[in-house]
């Protein structure tokens, strides 16, 4: 109930239109009770030729009108027109309505979900597949115009329709009346019956329609590593097996929908029965007309589908519930990282960084970093090296609070970062990541996502700043050339120069680089390299480095093992101590030394 609960706050700003909504329902009401009964007067007071209700002889006599029996059948097919196009204009602006607040409230839901979702820790991302997550803003964000429905909406219609017919039910004959509102808990216990097994059937189905859209999302983003490896076949038979299971579990779900609905047409078909034997024997000892009985009949058919209405509600509830806690899930999540309260703005940094006893990681029971202490000084160039795992990336992760520290403190310029706001914080720190993410648009907006409202000209500079200028202008569009999705059409090196540039036009204090050339050939290497030397220039700058010739230029390497520092210092000083990081690249001084002449 909390997750139906969550959902519903959304419709409080809406509260002009379901006042309309109401408004409109209870007229939409009254017409549709109103409709049967020109039947009535056709039967009995056109072809039957009773006398008229003292009420509608005055009505007509106080219009002038002369109850003949043509008179009466004119007024008849009037009336039922009149009434069927004043419900029906009714019923349209009441879809309208409804239509144009419950999907303005979805957008609303969806909106959450992905500011919410983006200030998740990178930790759920790298955990979490891009397919479920897609799934729960674009598919599971309508839970709440579902639910607004299911609980609101609907049965406020069905419930002012209900109040309309069983008073005018009443007036034809309250005996059968109160039958036919006994079927009620009947039809709604049998409905009860069934709430868990559909729960848990919408519950399987959601999570495998999410399993398709991950599988297929990551087969299409991995489509050059599927087809190296020639897997096209085997993608397509996992896509197969998912869509087997849901398959399986509509026949579940339509399953059990099936004998709920047999089981409330058993009742209501019993109902039925028993009233229309009762009401022609009433017919047959006069105390009820042919057309009383008939319009009887026709409200019995409309009360028992307004009935099944609030008989289906828990099984639909059950259906939904699924949708309705995977949003609450993501609405109700604490965020990894967050503001503490009271957090303050990063003055105008220096770029100081210090790590202070610094134990962290991603599972409680293996940490990644232990007791790490060491500082950095502004302007400094601090060179990370270490074997694959042993915490590179999330020793440089902790200083822009992609996490945090389970125990000890990172500082920047002498403030703890988990005091800082996360805002002002990451405003002064460039990372430019190893693999270079660049959106489907202009190259000038893609440097330009550092820094949005930058001019053309700083954007310009940026790119001549990171040796990006040249190649950009041979291109057919220039700065304004259309780039693939993740940048495809360009080649390493050119998508290495765009990250550069983002991170020049930035201008932070602090820098992060995650070093991309050890894929690129040696002239790239060498552009990259010049653009590298001049964004540290006056920048505390921390490099991943996985090459010596990195190494080399940095004013002190730490040299990471098994999630603490097994050394630090410059290079000669650890090349002469003969130790880990010698160890480590005595590969690399063997490939990069120079054949004698006329070595073969």
């Known amino acids: ?65 002369e109850p003949a029996r043509w008179t009466l059948l004119a007024t008849v097919v009037i009336g039922g027109l009149l009434l069927f196009v004043f419900s029906g204009a009714a019923d349209a602006v009441l879809s309208w309505t409804w239509t144009v607040a419950g999907r303005r409230m979805v957008y609303d839901v969806a909106e959450d979900l992905f500011a919410r979702l983006q ?130 579990t509509q026949q579940h779900s339509a399953l059990l929908g099936s004998v709920n609905s047999l089981s409330s047409g058993l009742v209501t078909t019993l109902g039925s029965g028993a009233i229309l034997w009762l009401g022609a024997r009433q017919v047959l000892e006069g105390a009820l007309t042919i057309g009383g009985i008939l319009v009887f009949l026709v409200y019995l058919n409309s009360l028992q589908a307004q009935m099944r209405i609030f008989a289906g509600l828990y099984p639909a509830l059950q259906n939904l519930s699924a949708s309705a806690g995977r949003v609450v899930e993501i609405l109700d999540a ?49 060179a990370i090296v270490g074997a694959t795992g042993a915490g590179k990336s999330t020793l440089v992760h902790l200083i822009p609070r992609f996490l945090d520290a389970w125990s000890g403190r990172v500082l920047v310029d002498g403030h703890d970062v988990r005091e800082l706001c996360l805002a002002s914080l990451r405003e002064q720190i460039s990372i430019v990541p190893q693999e270079t993410f660049l959106f489907p648009a202009s190259l000038a907006e893609n440097i330009a996502y550092a820094r949005p409202d930058a001019s053309r000209a700083e954007i310009e500079a940026a790119a001549r700043a990171a040796s990006a200028h040249d190649f950009i202008v041979r291109l057919p569009g220039g700065y304004d050339t259309v780039i693939g999705e993740r940048g495809s059409t360009l080649s390493g090196g050119e998508r290495q120069r765009l990250a550069l540039a983002r991170a020049f036009l930035r201008n932070s204090r602090i820098l992060i680089l995650d070093e991309p050339t050890s894929a690129l050939d040696s002239e790239t290497e060498r552009r990259i390299f010049d653009a590298w030397e001049r964004l540290a220039k006056n920048r505390t700058t921390f490099i991943i480095a996985h090459r010596l010739s990195t190494a080399r230029r940095a004013d002190r390497i730490l040299v990471m093992k098994d999630g603490t520092i097994a050394e630090s210092g410059t290079h000669s000083e650890l090349m002469s101590r003969a130790g880990h990081y010698a160890h480590l690249h005595r590969p690399q001084d063997q490939c990069e030394t120079p054949r004698p002449a006329g070595a073969t």
């Open 1 to 65: 109930m909390h997750n139906y609960l969550r959902l519903l706050r959304y419709a409080r700003g809406y509260r002009s239109s379901f006042l309309l909504i109401f408004v409109l329902t209870l007229a939409v009401s009254g017409l549709v009770a109103l409709q049967p009964w020109p039947l009535k007067l056709l039967v009995d007071h056109v072809l039957e030729a009773k006398p008229l209700p003292t009420v509608l002889e005055s009505l007509f006599h106080g219009l002038s009108l």
């Open 119 to 248: 200030r998740r820790s990178l930790t759920f991302h790298k955990r979490t597949p891009v397919g479920d997550i897609m799934s729960r803003v674009t598919v599971d964000s309508w839970a709440v115009y579902q639910v607004m429905d299911t609980f609101v909406v609907t049965p406020a219609h069905a419930l002012l329709t209900m109040t309309a017919m069983i008073l005018l039910m009443a007036q034809l004959n309250p005996q059968l009346t109160l039958i036919a509102l006994a079927l009620a808990p009947f039809m709604v216990a049998a409905s009860f019956l069934m709430g868990k097994p559909l729960r848990a059937a919408a519950k399987f189905k959601r999570e495998i329609e999410s399993r398709i859209q991950a599988h297929i999302q990551q087969t299409l983003t991995g489509i050059p590593v599927v087809q190296a490896f020639g897997q096209e076949e085997r993608g397509s038979r996992q896509l197969a097996r998912f869509a087997d299971a849901a398959i399986r």
């Open 334 to 382: 604490t965020a990894e990282i967050s503001d503490q309260p009271g957090a303050r703005t990063l003055p105008a940094p220096r770029g100081d960084v210090q790590f202070d006893r610094v134990t962290t990681g991603y599972d409680p029971q293996r940490p990644v970093l232990k007791d790490i202490s060491f500082e950095v000084k502004a302007g400094q160039t601090i």
